[in-house]
């Protein structure tokens, strides 16, 4: 397998990709939302055969180039030379069951912070809130219900749990006590769907510690 700056599989669909990801990812980084080389981040090129483009394991997301992405097919085959995250198999499962093409993944305090104080009731709820209007099909009045999972060290039964408690609606997912995944149909989706969500955890966290829970 070839590094990816070697010029045999140096695609266009993948430079586009890398760089609008590496865009993303610095902005997430400057606000501390992808801390000590957490994090990852991924884009489809390819549904049929299966081919995604995602971060390499273990690296500065703050400045990310080329060589910090793998491609990767289906069931987290390397097709080019580099660790791939090893939360991939979780991206692979958003994309099996969503129509996302860019999935985010961050850890914030926040998200944290509210994975632990809801995880009994299995979600987070959030509304009347303006910004809600920023995830795909909600308006403010709807009610969004953000699912929480139970982490794990295996990859494979993280991403299980992920598949098993996927939202109909909702383009997000916190992992307890690790992080938030969240996507859309293209990258620019995926992060204002990482923003938009960060932005109402963060609310709801401030809200409880003013003593004012919904
Ligand atoms: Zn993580």
Known sequence: VESLHESRIRRLDVVLAAR???????????????????????????REPFEILVTLSGRDKSSLTLEDFALVGRGCQPLSAGQPSSETLVH???YDRTP????YHV????????SRLCFEQGQVTLQGVEMIKGLEGHSLTDTVRLPIVPNSEDSKALAEQ?????SPTVPGILVYQHGLYAWGRTPEDARRHTEVLEFLLEYALRLRQMGLED
């Open 20 to 46: 609008r990801m590496a865009a993303d990812a610095a902005w997430f980084a400057q606000r501390g939302w992808l801390l000590g080389t957490c994090g990852n981040l991924s884009c489809l090129l390819s």
């Open 92 to 94: 692979e499962v958003l």
């Open 100 to 103: 996302a093409r860019a999935v």
């Open 107 to 114: 850890h914030t305090l926040a998200n944290n912070l509210m």
């Open 162 to 166: 992920i598949r098993q408690h996927l």
